[in-house]
T-cell receptor
Framework: GENVEQHPSTLSVQEGDSAVIKCTYS??????FPWYKQELGKRPQLIID?????GEKKDQRIAVTLNKTAKHFSLHITETQPEDSAVYFC??????????FGAGTTVTVRA | NAGVTQTPKFRILKIGQSMTLQCTQD?????MYWYRQDPGMGLKLIYY???????DKGEVPNGYNVSRSTTEDFPLRLELAAPSQTSVYFC????????????FGPGTRLTVT
């Protein structure tokens, strides 16, 4: 299956600063890269995704970039707010189309 | 729509006991999944189903069984519970498997002692 590595495992940022999380994947055929956000004690929810035919996608304060040559994709959160504090997971499908998830990044936004 | 629902929310099992985790979705999704989430380990796929009557193993299927008799329901059965099965279990569903959003249930926190 797909091997997805996610860094860093924890990230602490000052409110208003930016946060960047990076994931690498192994299967060059992967073509869909979602990001899920999980607040404490809650279920994971999709916040943004990108397909391999584009290099960047934005949705208000969040953006995802994709580098297919290097096989990595990143989540960017700008102007961070306290409600951005959560665990973020990246994912990528393997050749069986099943998603493999990264280990997660715990983001803490300091007031 | 209720989306994906799971019962129970919490359960404590003794070693060797069995139980069934229930999962139901009302979105008419063909694809359903069971994941376990251990601290710092992300989500690991246990079993999945591409439609009623069809199931297949994921990454960590040992100690679990599933069935899919209807589109809506996808129960996960634990036989002979072991401490290594202590985890949070999430059920999810999607319209498509390749590039579709997965909708997760609220999770079941299971402790085996």
């Amino acid at each position: 299956g797909e091997n997805v590595e996610q860094h860093p495992s924890t990230l602490s940022v000052q409110e208003g600063d930016s946060a960047v999380i990076k994931c690498t994947y192994s299967d060059s055929a992967s073509n869909y890269f979602p990001w899920y956000k999980q607040e404490l004690g809650k279920r994971p929810q999709l916040i943004i995704d990108i397909r391999s035919n584009v290099g960047e996608k934005k949705d208000q304060r969040i953006a995802v970039t994709l580098n297919k040559t290097a096989k990595h994709f990143s989540l960017h959160i700008t102007e961070t707010q306290p409600e951005d504090s959560a665990v973020y997971f990246c994912a990528a499908p393997g050749n069986d189309y099943k998603l493999s998830f990264g280990a997660g990044t715990t983001v803490t936004v300091r007031a | 729509n209720a989306g994906v629902t799971q019962t129970p929310k919490f359960r404590i099992l003794k070693i060797g006991q069995s139980m069934t985790l229930q999962c139901t979705q009302d979105m008419n999704h063909n694809y359903m999944y069971w994941y376990r989430q251990d601290p710092g380990m992300g989500l690991k796929l246990i079993y999945y189903s591409v439609g009623a009557g069809i199931t297949d193993k994921g990454e960590v299927p040992n100690g679990y069984n599933v069935s899919r008799s209807t589109t809506e329901d996808f129960p996960l059965r634990l036989e002979l519970a072991a401490p290594s099965q202590t985890s949070v279990y999430f059920c999810a569903s999607s319209y498509w498997d390749r590039d579709a959003e997965q909708y997760f249930g609220p999770g079941t926190r299971l402790t085996v002692t």
